[in-house]
Nanobody, 113 residues
Framework: QVQLVESGGGLVQAGGSLRLSCAAS????????MGWYRQPPGKQRELVAI???????NYADSVKGRFTISGDNAKNTVYLQMSSLKPEDTAVYYC???????WGQGTQVTVSS
């Protein structure tokens, strides 16, 4: 079993920044995808950003240019640097690890206007 431990959520004013971290207890495959999804209030979970073990990334259009995902393979950790935050970024952010479809417990990000 793999556990994902997230940290870094909180309350921030619009225009501010936050950095999320997610550490995996172990990695079961050298070919993996780690990333972040979010679930805004009353909405479905959606992709924010992912990073593959080779370093390639994908971002949701809504966060391109504002969010940056990075990874530290040695620490089995993925980060999400969020800048120029908007109220519509308010959501529970979930860390993801594949293969195996592992999820973190979620961390709340609230952006006030």
């Amino acid at each position: 079993q793999v556990q994902l431990v997230e940290s870094g959520g909180g309350l921030v004013q619009a225009g501010g920044s936050l950095r999320l971290s997610c550490a995996a207890s172990r990695i079961i495959s050298s070919l993996r995808v780690m990333g972040w999804y979010r679930q805004p209030p009353g909405k479905q979970r959606e992709l924010v950003a992912i990073i593959r073990s080779g370093g390639s990334t994908n971002y949701a259009d809504s966060v391109k240019g504002r969010f940056t995902i990075s990874g530290d393979n040695a620490k089995n950790t993925v980060y999400l640097q969020m800048s120029s935050l908007k109220p519509e970024d308010t959501a529970v952010y979930y860390c993801y690890l594949g293969p195996g479809d592992y999820w973190g417990q979620g961390t709340q990000v609230t952006v006030s206007s």
